[in-house]
Every structure is written in structure tokens, then in C-alpha cells.
């Protein structure tokens, strides 16, 4: 009898310590250590072992007692679901903190915004605060044969970089943007947008090529189909289209004020020089451009518009209206630019 006391009481002193071990494993791993706000970056490269990535924590005076970490996640079986990539930690996070921040995969990442009708040099350069090379970028958006693997109907992914707020992982590299953008667009183009092309006799290329210009044209959200339906209007009847920002593309994207030389350039972008559609997008229109292309303003027979220098168009149906329009426009930007300067 006195043996089986024994026996139980060892039994029950070992759970009692084993209870107590795993409570003080635990309250280890999620203590805050010493910080002062400094930030360290970690690298977890592919194929890292989780032996590896503690050396790295506790070299880097993130993690104080490394063994604590590696037998709760043995225990736990995160230490075989750390993703890779780089991570940023404030020094004195609770190491518990530090494993469940990188099996959810919380890489260091930097917030994009890439406007609606920024163009392939614009989107180029807007990655440079996520560190992501604009050379590079540009390169790997104006290459041809990245189009044809992404099913880009066109000589670069101009038009189909979509417009959003995309999230940039550290390090990644200028094709992983790419494609993240190619396929928000190809996401975005859904089966009425495809029906609705088809309606209209178009191919996808051609309507991303009408949204990028009344992309570029439209300054007021509620004009987009107003646009669309002039450039639609002046497409039935064989004219030329005689966008400004058609020429401005074929000038490398130029943002100045054009020049009537400048409407001479020798370019199949140029369309006050060439009919019908310029070869591909001008920019990366966003959705509501796309929606105004394929669903332009009904029953609107203007042919023509001028900006009246407040954001907003005059539009006519005839030639005498707009250049009468034309006339009033310069003067109210004449007298604008007088009342500026007094």
C-alpha cells in the first residue's frame, strides 16, 4: 500500500511539474522583451529549416531563449509552417508573436497606389518606394515576350496594368508586380464585359484601347460616357478620332502643352494623322473607363469637344459649334490666366 502511495504520488509530483514547466514555456514565449522602438529585418530564404531561422531570431537579440520557441512549435507543428520572405520586427516582441507573424506569411510589404490612367513610365517609376527597381520594372512591362506568356494582346502590358492599391511584398521583383497587375485585370474583365464586346463588334484590345483614351481625355467621373460616345460617334463615321493624348503617347508620354507641330508627329499613335484606333492603350484605364468604352452615353450626337479649362467639355454635333466652342474656351482661359497673374 505505502509503495502504490508512492508510486502516485511521483505520478501526480511529475504532472504537477510538468504543468508547471509548460506554464512557465509559455508566459517565456510571450513576454515582451527590452525594446526602444529599434526595428530589425529578418530573412527566411526558401527552404530554410526552422533550426536556421532561431539562430538568425536570437543572433539578432530578437528571441532571448531560443529552445522555449523551437519545443512550442515542435509541439505545436508551426515549426514546419513558416513561410518565406522578409519580416520586420520591433525588438522586444513577444517571440509566440514573432513564429505566429511569420506562419501567417505578415512579410515586411509597402502599400502602392497606382492611379487610373497612370501609363507604363508612370507605373514604372511609382513602385520605386517599395523598392522595386523602375529600369527594371519598365524593362519587364515593355517586354514582349512577358505579353505573350500573360496573354497581353499587344506589343507591352500597357492597358492592362490595372489601376488599384496593390500590396508589395520586400523584394519583390519587378515580374512578380507584372503579373499581380495583369492579372487584376484580367480578373476585372469579366462575361459582360466579353459579351458586351462582342455586341459591339470590338475585340477586348480595342475597347481597353477606347477606355485608355477617354481615360485620359475625362477629368469629371460623369463625362466618361459622354467620351466615349464621341469617340464611338466619330468611329462609325470614319473619322479620325484627333485625341491630344493619342499624341502626346506617341512623344513618350509627354505631359506638356501640345503645339500644332506636335500634331504632325509621324506615329501610328498619332490619330490626327492616322484613322480609326491608335495599335494599343495609351495608359491603364481604370473600371469606370472600361465601363463608359463598352456602354457609352445614349443618345448623344456629338462629334466634337473642347475643355473649358475647369475640368469639364463643351461638346457639338457640328463643326461651327465647336469652333464657336473653341473660340469661347481660349478666351476664358486667356482671361483665367490674367486673373491669375494680377
Avoid at 460616345?229 to 499624341?247: I, Q, S
Avoid at 503617347?249 to 508627329?265: H, N, P, S, T, V
Amino acid at each position: 500500500m505505502g509503495m502504490k502511495r508512492m508510486i502516485a504520488g511521483c505520478a501526480l509530483a511529475a504532472i504537477v511539474a510538468g504543468l508547471a514547466f509548460a506554464a512557465w514555456v509559455t508566459k517565456d514565449i510571450q513576454a515582451r522583451g527590452p525594446g526602444e522602438g529599434e526595428r530589425v529585418r529578418v530573412v527566411v530564404g526558401e527552404g530554410a529549416g526552422f533550426a536556421v531561422v532561431l539562430r538568425d531570431l536570437e543572433a539578432r537579440g530578437l528571441v532571448r531563449r531560443a529552445w522555449t520557441l523551437k519545443l512550442f512549435a515542435r509541439v505545436t507543428g508551426e515549426d514546419r509552417r513558416v513561410r518565406r520572405g522578409t519580416y520586420e520586427f520591433e525588438k522586444g516582441t513577444a517571440p509566440v508573436d514573432i513564429l505566429r507573424a511569420m506562419v501567417r506569411g505578415d512579410v515586411l510589404a509597402f502599400l502602392v497606389t497606382v492611379p487610373e490612367g497612370f501609363n507604363v513610365w508612370q507605373v514604372a517609376g511609382a513602385f520605386d518606394s517599395a523598392g522595386v527597381d523602375s529600369v527594371a520594372l519598365f524593362a519587364t512591362v515593355t517586354d514582349a515576350e512577358l505579353a505573350r506568356e500573360l496573354a497581353v494582346p499587344g506589343p507591352t502590358l500597357e492597358g492592362y496594368l490595372f489601376p488599384d492599391t496593390y500590396r508589395v511584398p520586400f523584394g519583390s521583383t519587378p515580374r512578380e508586380v507584372a503579373e499581380h497587375m495583369v492579372a487584376r485585370a484580367h480578373d476585372a474583365w469579366d462575361d459582360d464585359h466579353e459579351r458586351r464586346t462582342r455586341e459591339l463588334g470590338l475585340s477586348r484590345h480595342q475597347v481597353v484601347t477606347l477606355a485608355s483614351i477617354v481615360e485620359a481625355e475625362a477629368r469629371v467621373a460623369e463625362e466618361r460616357p459622354t467620351i466615349a460616345a464621341v469617340y464611338h460617334n466619330r468611329l462609325k463615321k470614319g473619322m479620325r478620332l484627333e485625341a491630344d493624348p493619342t499624341v502626346a503617347y506617341a512623344m513618350g508620354g509627354f505631359r506638356g502643352r501640345l503645339f500644332y507641330k506636335d500634331l504632325e508627329i509621324d506615329s501610328p499613335y498619332n490619330t490626327y494623322r492616322r484613322a480609326g484606333l491608335p495599335p494599343g492603350p495609351i495608359c491603364n484605364p481604370g473600371r469606370a473607363s472600361i465601363e463608359a468604352a463598352l456602354h457609352p452615353a445614349e443618345g448623344v450626337a456629338a462629334l466634337y469637344f473642347v475643355a473649358r479649362g475647369d475640368g469639364r467639355h463643351v461638346f457639338s454635333s457640328n463643326l461651327r459649334d465647336h469652333n464657336a466652342a473653341v473660340r469661347d474656351a481660349r478666351r476664358n482661359n486667356a482671361a483665367r490666366r490674367s486673373s491669375n497673374g494680377k
